[in-house]
């Protein structure tokens, strides 16, 4: 006896359904975050890193600029951002420590010898 399989559609409220094999893909091809950032964004599936090195104050306010562009795109786009997520990673001790901000919000730090995320 063959049995058949049915499924149904159902609506998708938010954003690509969490563990779907084109969501990875389909935020990659949509999302035009990148367009006018002045450090390296770094993109996988629905997780966003920019990245650079920051050795002066005109840095310091080029990064700040890209996280406003960030924080503008997300609304824009209807999206939201989960701030327990987003850090501050400096890789040397010897740094300005620069505070950052993401929205309203006050970005935390932590002070690493390597990149925990490698991309």
Same mark, same amino acid.
């Given at each position: 006896?063959?049995?058949?399989?049915?499924?149904?559609?159902?609506?998708?409220?938010?954003?690509?359904?969490?563990?779907?094999? %084109?969501?990875?893909?389909?935020? *990659?091809?949509i *999302?035009?975050?990148?367009?006018?950032?002045?450090?390296?964004?770094?993109?996988f599936?629905? *997780?966003?890193?920019?990245?650079?090195?920051?050795?002066? %104050?005109?840095?310091?306010?080029?990064?700040?600029?890209?996280l406003?562009?960030?924080?503008?795109?997300?609304?824009?786009?209807?999206?939201?951002y989960?701030?327990?997520?987003?850090?501050?990673?400096?890789?040397?001790? *010897?740094?300005?420590?620069?505070?950052?901000?993401?929205?309203?919000?006050?970005?935390?730090?932590?002070?690493?010898?390597?990149? %925990?995320?490698?991309?």
């Open positions: 006896m063959i049995s058949t399989l049915k499924s149904s559609w159902r609506s998708v409220t938010n954003g690509a359904p969490q563990g779907s094999i %084109p969501g990875p893909i389909l935020f *990659n091809i *999302n035009d975050l990148d367009n006018g950032t002045e450090y390296t964004l770094s993109k599936a629905d *997780n966003r890193k920019v990245r650079g090195v920051v050795d002066a %104050p005109d840095g310091c306010t080029a990064l700040q600029r890209d406003d562009r960030l924080e503008k795109w997300v609304g824009s786009n209807f999206m939201k989960y701030e327990g997520k987003c850090k501050v990673v400096y890789h040397r001790r *010897n740094n300005s420590m620069h505070q950052y901000g993401l929205g309203a919000n006050q970005l935390v730090y932590s002070v690493l010898a390597k990149d %925990p995320g490698g991309h």
